[in-house]
């Protein structure tokens, strides 16, 4: 379900006609987090919006309407997030300083709207319009040139001079939990090509961005209008089947290989819960082009975890990544693309300098040639059907707390 954690119960505290929910400081998500999804349950299969409150999923629309909120009902009781994120930063300002006031008010009345979250099914958050998915993890790259351009320079010309990447398929975005079937197509052979299921088939560690407010055709988005645009994030899983992708994409790039599924966790957290969270870049050198400059610290200082058939493979540190957010969506509309709400790019492989904060198993494994160790004693280079993996998070909250970024999990079934 995504939410997972230690101590996520709710208690009523107070006395008198005051009584209050109250979540313990171990929670994930408490009220500096509060991530939006999409949920329906058994008697009403009706999609509607919820937040991740503790092990809950508060249902909001009725909170609305009953809070004098009657202006934000609509946008709650849509089956996606898409015309909450069209109404733009003042409406996603003043909902998120409701649901403050709400988890903060009387029990009584929050109590009834609180729904377990092993009985509600969540759905995928957004329609997604367009999908990019960037390149924006120096140590990946690098990692990713010396495995398969050993002896020469890793990193293209272009690299530290823009955001690389490719545009995706909207169509196979699935939810966490999600079940992935191994993609076929062609790969190398001895003597050409030959075809079948892929016998490389990767992960990727990334985080996801969530566009709200749109652009005409022609405009472009500074790198300090980042906040005006984007609502929250989300984790993501852009499965890669190596050995497709690697026969296909010369001289253009990924194709096959990637777009047979990507999976996004089913909370959105928004940027306004991520504000203790931003940190400095990483150096760059040589200096960018203006419009690729940076104008205030719009890095994140998110943490990741990879864990294979239930096994930790690695812990990426995001805050490492070249290209921020800020500069992936100012490049990614410097030359006139529209945004539309829903869309979403991503940062590409999130890893770090050390082997063991390798967001991919293609870097884990380095090409197949180190096979990693599980619990069990097997032994992987690449996912095995029956393979299920899940990549978890968390970021810096106030007051030295910690707010969860929910799961992505997908396990592996045989091609077909």
């Known amino acids: 379900m995504g939410l997972r954690g230690p101590g996520l119960s709710l208690d009523v505290v107070g006395t008198g006609t005051r009584r209050v929910i109250e979540l313990p400081g171990s929670t994930l998500f408490g009220a500096a987090n509060l991530p939006y999804g999409v949920f329906s349950v058994p008697r009403d299969p009706r999609r509607r919006v919820g937040v991740a409150i503790g092990d809950h999923v508060l249902d909001v629309v009725p909170l609305a309407e009953s809070g004098g909120a009657t202006e934000l009902v609509s946008l709650l009781a849509a089956p996606t997030l898409n015309p909450l994120l069209a ?13 403050v006031e709400w988890v903060h008010g009387p029990a009584d009345a929050l109590r009834p709207h609180l729904l377990a979250a092993d009985d509600v099914q969540l759905h995928l958050p957004v329609e997604v319009g367009d999908y990019v998915d960037f390149y924006s993890s120096e140590h990946h790259a690098r990692n990713v040139g010396r495995i398969f351009r050993p002896g020469s320079e890793p990193l293209s010309p272009n690299w530290k001079h823009l955001p690389i990447g490719y545009h995706g398929r909207t169509g196979t975005i699935v939810v966490s939990g999600t079940d992935i079937v191994r993609p076929k197509g062609q790969r190398r052979g001895d003597d050409g090509p030959e075809f079948g299921p892929s016998t490389r088939l990767d992960i990727e560690a990334e985080v996801g961005f969530v566009v709200g407010t749109g652009t005409r055709v022609g405009e472009s988005v500074g790198v300090g209008d980042f906040a ?15 050995d497709i992708q690697s026969w296909e994409s010369t001289p253009l790039g990924p194709f096959l290989g990637k777009s047979f599924a990507t999976s996004v966790s089913p909370w959105v957290v928004p940027l306004d819960a991520l504000e203790a969270a931003r940190v400095a870049p990483p150096p760059r050198d040589p200096p960018l082009l203006p419009y690729l400059r940076d104008v205030d610290e719009r890095g994140l200082d998110l943490e990741l975890e990879v864990a294979l058939n239930d096994h930790v493979v690695s812990r990426p540190p995001f805050a490492t990544m070249y290209w921020t957010a800020a500069q992936q969506l100012a490049h990614l509309t410097v030359n006139g693309a529209s945004l539309r709400p829903g869309d979403v790019f991503a940062s590409g492989t999130v890893s770090g300098p050390e082997k063991e904060q390798r967001g991919s198993l293609l870097e884990l494994s380095w090409g197949g040639a180190e096979p990693i160790t599980l619990a069990d004693e097997s032994t992987r280079t690449f996912l095995e059907d029956g393979d299920e993996v899940a990549i978890t998070g968390t970021a810096p909250g106030t007051a030295g707390t910690r707010i969860g970024l929910g799961e992505v999990r997908g396990r592996i079934l045989p091609s077909r």
Request: net charge positive.
């Open 228 to 242: 005006e645009h984007v609502f929250g994030m989300f984790l993501l899983n852009d499965w890669s089947a190596r």
């Open 87 to 99: 109404a733009g930063r003042r409406t996603w300002t003043e909902l998120r300083e409701r649901l």
